[in-house]
């Protein structure tokens, strides 16, 4: 995951540097990569400008910056990886908590929203990061979440991914103390100017790095990744889900 996450972000970044700032959101994008998810979980979750949204594994900021841009909100962004973490800051100027979703250092109830986007399917202990999540939220504040669901246990999933099933996502969330509002399958579909500068940046790290041993890696994880989708075993998944009034339950 280092390789996959924090090597690739720091290449990204020095790639975007090169061939100028218009690069950077898609770019940052690693997960998400597409403007028709991200406008309808903003739009889904409600957001305005001067909201607080915390962004928790937020990568190297591409999703915090497109909605800090279209909906005025204002975010901060929990990364644990340093590299990632580092250049959402070089590229986008927005602030970073370098930590991981199962501790968050903020105090309870100090954010208006919450997004999670493809960070779910890559953590073990997923039910500890929504209740951190549930802890930070205002009441009945919304939850966007982008998580890759498997239609069924998947047998050798690549290194450092852990997809849900439906029905473990659902009580997942309901344990975490969140009510699952609306589910979309991500929205298919990405206009050419925007794949064109993400295109332009992975060629220029690949031309880069291409022998470095970490890129090798996360290539061979995206190509596994790739079969899955191919094969319809895991897709994407776009939730918006609400705070629930009542505490959490817990888990025994
Ligand atoms: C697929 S990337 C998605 C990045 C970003 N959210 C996006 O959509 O572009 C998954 C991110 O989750 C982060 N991550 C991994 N484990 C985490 C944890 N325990 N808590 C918070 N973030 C974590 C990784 O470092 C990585 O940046």
Same mark, same amino acid.
């Given at each position: 995951?280092?390789?996959?996450? *924090? ?28 403007? +028709?998810? /991200? ?6 979750? =409600? ?5 607080? @949204?915390?962004?928790?594994? +937020? ?18 962004? $929990? =990364? ?13 100027? /927005? ?17 208006? +929203? +919450? ?11 997923? $039910? ?8 930070? @939220? ?26 849900? #099933?439906? *029905?473990?996502?659902?009580? $997942? ?6 009510? $699952?509002?609306?589910?979309? =399958? ?15 940046? #992975? ?15 996360? /290539? ?17 998944? /776009? ?10 339950? @817990?888990? #025994?």
């Amino acid at each position: 995951m280092v390789a996959e996450f *924090d090597d690739v972000a720091a290449w990204t970044a020095e790639a975007v540097e090169h061939l100028g700032g218009e690069h950077a959101i898609p770019a940052a994008c690693r997960g998400s990569s597409s403007p +028709a998810a /991200l406008a309808w979980l903003a739009e889904a979750c =409600e957001l305005s400008a001067g909201d607080r @949204l915390l962004d928790v594994g +937020a990568g190297s900021g591409g999703p915090a910056a497109w909605v800090a841009k279209h909906f005025g909100v204002k975010p901060v962004l $929990l =990364e644990p990886m340093p590299a990632a973490g580092r250049a959402a800051a070089r590229l986008f100027g /927005l602030p970073v908590v370098a930590a991981a979703g199962h501790q968050i250092p903020l105090r309870s109830e100090s954010v208006d +929203a +919450a997004w999670c986007l493809g960070v779910l399917c890559t953590v073990e202990d997923k $039910l500890s990061i929504l209740r951190e999540i549930h802890r930070v @939220l205002v009441p009945d504040a919304p939850l966007g979440l982008l998580v890759v669901v498997a239609d069924h246990p998947v047998l050798r999933p690549p290194d450092g991914n852990y997809f849900p #099933t439906q *029905d473990e996502l659902v009580a $997942l969330l309901n344990d975490a103390g969140f009510d $699952l509002i609306e589910q979309i =399958e991500r929205p298919a579909g990405v206009p050419l100017s925007w794949t064109r500068r993400a295109d332009a940046v #992975t060629a220029l790290v690949q031309a880069r790095y291409r022998r470095h041993p970490a890129y090798s890696l996360a /290539l061979r994880q995206g190509s596994r990744l790739t079969q899955l989708f191919d094969r319809k075993n895991i897709s994407v998944q /776009l939730i918006h889900a609400v705070k629930m009034q009542r505490p959490a339950q @817990l888990v #025994t």
